[in-house]
Structure formats: C-alpha cells, structure tokens
C-alpha cells in the first residue's frame, strides 16, 4: 500500500508561481513512477506530468510544457511539480499517483495509488 500526501497548492496571480510537493509512504520509492494529473472545475481529470522511478525520464502535456518541471527526490521520498508562468487555465485540484513500476505512465487508469488533491487556484 502506498499512501500519498500533496501540498503547496494555493491562490496565485496570473504570472506567478507555486511548487507542489507530494510524500510518499512506503520503502522503495524509487521503483516508483509517479505522476501529477489535474482536474478542473466541472472537467475530468487530465495527464500533467510523469517522472520514472530514477527520475531520469519525463513527459509532460502539451499544455504545460515549457511552464512546469516535474522532479524527484528519492532520499526524501518526495516528488515535485514546479509551476511557473501560471495562467487561469491552469485552476485545478492537483493530484499525485504512483505505481509500483518504475516506468513513466501517463494514463490515469495506470495508476492505483491517488492523494487527496491540493487547490491550486490562478486569479486573473
């Protein structure tokens, strides 16, 4: 079992930036892909970011690339999403996932393990 905790979500203006931090539970993290997936008001829950198990592979939307930098820190047990240039379209519940399998995933049904979600909120 894989327990997730996200945090750094919060109200920003357009421009700006915000880091999102997700904790993970369990020994061997680094076998774990990992990704971020966002959901907006009154939409469905869409691919973000991903990063392997290494932290050596990544893959980004084409809505956020350029913009926002998924990393990891496998000492601390600690994956990261890094948000700059931050626009409206970017309000959402931010959600971290994890697999058992160190390969990047980019499909929501690919991953078991979900957190609760942190509000990240653009005003214009």
């Known amino acids: 079992q894989v327990q997730l905790v996200e945090s750094g979500g919060g109200l920003v203006q357009v421009g700006g930036s915000l880091r999102l931090s997700c904790a993970a539970s369990?020994?061997?993290?680094?076998?774990?892909?990992m990704g971020w997936f966002r959901q907006p008001p009154g939409k469905e829950r869409e691919f973000v970011a991903t990063?392997?198990?290494?932290?050596?592979?990544?893959n980004y939307a084409d809505s956020v690339k350029g913009r926002f930098t998924i990393s990891r820190d496998n000492a601390k047990n600690t994956m990261y999403l890094q948000m700059n240039s931050l626009k409206p379209e970017d309000t959402a519940v931010y959600y971290c996932?994890?697999?058992?399998?160190?390969?990047?995933?980019?499909?929501?049904?690919?991953?078991?393990?979900w957190g609760q979600g942190t509000q990240v909120t653009v005003s214009s």
């Open positions: 369990g020994r061997t993290f680094s076998n774990y892909a």
């Open positions: 990063i392997s198990g290494s932290g050596r592979v990544t």
């Open positions: 996932a994890a697999d058992t399998n160190p390969f990047t995933l980019v499909r929501i049904d690919d991953y078991p393990y």
